[in-house]
């Protein structure tokens, strides 16, 4: 007799990430939300009885991709304010804009936007760091995305909260109060280190250590964050971090583009995370991050895309082939980031630095289903002879057909099942209009 089986996946490769390459002619056996087998088609359709076999012919399967750092609620500032120096970015159109309009209805429309997007590019899961969180969790839920929340912390006022203490308490009950959905999980997301209290940053170690819970911040991300550290503290923001205990394996640095080689290896030391966002670091000329170097020191790195106002796109493979293609100009090794490391990068990587790579990030059996078809046939994609070299340097969002989170289906045959775009696109033009207004 067969086994049960929700639906059987037939594509031409299945890219496992686990384990290195493609398998050709393979399938995935999906029940109840999880990765039942990946074994041969042949044997697969022998051995499980589905209710939905899905051809994929030409097609890779691969996890769905991870975005380890972003603010999704941005997307409603996409373009805002291009073109300039990354202080002047900030301090003269998109904070003042932030604080007079950011609020629960701001982050709910432009998460929801945000995660049309990455659905529809193949990025199933995501870390977010923003001001009213459980907007953006509601979002989330609503799109039917797995995210990490940022319990946003601030020393100074914003929009959200008064103070570290009000940010915190909020980040505490958003917590309690949505800790049973499975597709969220919570990390303590302090924006900049630099710019908070050796007390806050004490007790938000604390705090992630008995809750077991991420630490996800900007670091070393401008020159100007380092050279405020010195003055304020007479330190570089890693070394007081270090020296306040809050390295280690629960550790997300996000962007880490300013790192010497003792700064490497105490991220290494520590078994860190780096959140690497070359495309945002770019646009706002801030630098090029040690990729290199941090893998080489045994640092484990994940891929983000950072804001839509400083990227203007969420979109992951983007973020691989520039990763992969920085990393080898960067420091004159063509082998510095391989297309395998790069896809690790955006999946397994990304889900290890958020304590989520026992349940997604590879393709696996027990692990939650999470997967993207990837379409290989068309004419600028032949001829095929390394589909995961295909997949960084080729493929784009634009050749994705069909995403599953935790076993739904979330875009089929290129077009989203759950949300509504054109209520997507009319809720941008409200807020275009008041921002400009």
């Not at 300039?84 to 970015?89: G, L, N, Q, T």
């Not at 790195?301 to 950072?306: E, K, Q």
């Not at 290989?376 to 032949?382: D, K, V």
Request: some cysteine; overall charge negative.
């Amino acid at each position: 007799m067969k086994a049960r089986a929700d639906f059987l996946l037939l594509p031409q490769w299945v890219v496992p990430v686990e384990s290195p390459g493609a398998l050709a002619d393979h399938a995935v056996a999906v029940a109840d939300g999880a990765i039942l087998d990946v074994l041969p088609a042949e044997a697969a359709l022998a051995r499980y009885a589905a209710a939905q076999t899905v051809a994929l012919p030409g097609q890779a399967v691969i996890p769905g991709l991870v975005n380890l750092h972003g603010h999704a609620a941005t997307s409603l500032l996409r373009g805002f304010a291009d073109d300039r120096p990354a202080a002047a970015w900030r301090e003269e159109p998109v904070w003042p804009a932030v604080r007079q309009h950011v609020c629960d209805a701001f982050v709910r429309d432009g998460t929801l936007l945000a995660a049309a997007e990455m659905l529809a590019g193949g990025v199933t899961a995501c870390n977010d760091l923003y001001v009213f969180p459980h907007a953006a969790g509601e979002a989330f839920l609503q799109a039917g995305m797995r995210a990490t929340l940022g319990l946003f912390v601030a020393e100074h006022p914003s929009p959200y909260a008064a103070d570290a203490d009000g940010h915190l308490a909020k980040g505490l009950a958003l917590r309690d109060d949505l800790k049973d959905e499975a597709l969220l999980a919570f990390a303590f997301a302090p924006h900049a280190a630099s710019a908070l209290s050796d007390a806050t940053l004490a007790r938000i170690n604390t705090l992630a250590e008995q809750l077991c819970l991420p630490i996800h911040t900007h670091l070393h991300e401008t020159d100007g964050e380092i050279l405020d550290s010195l003055k304020q503290h007479g330190v570089r923001p890693l070394e007081r971090l270090a020296k306040l205990g809050l390295l280690g394996p629960n550790f997300i640095g996000a962007h880490a583009v300013h790192l010497n080689d003792a700064e490497i290896g105490s991220l290494a030391s520590h078994g860190c995370h780096v959140a690497h966002c070359p495309s945002a670091d770019l646009k706002l000329a801030r630098g090029f991050a040690p990729v290199a170097d941090l893998l080489r020191a045994g640092v484990n790195v994940g891929l983000g895309t950072g804001s839509a106002a400083s990227n203007n796109r969420i979109d992951l493979f983007a973020e691989m082939r520039l990763a992969a293609l920085l990393a080898k100009g960067v420091s004159g090794d063509a082998a510095a980031l391989p297309a395998a490391a790069a896809l690790h990068a955006a999946t397994l990587g990304a889900a290890r630095a958020l304590n989520l790579d026992d349940r997604i990030g590879s393709i696996a059996a027990g692990k939650r289903a999470d997967l993207v078809a990837v379409d290989l046939r068309a004419p600028a994609c032949q001829p095929v002879f390394d589909p995961v070299s295909h997949l960084v340097y080729v493929a784009g969002r634009e050749h994705v057909t069909h995403v599953w989170v935790d076993g739904k289906l979330k875009l089929n045959e290129g077009r989203l099942v759950d949300l509504d775009t054109d209520d997507l696109v009319a809720r941008a033009a409200y807020w275009r209009t008041k921002l400009t207004a």
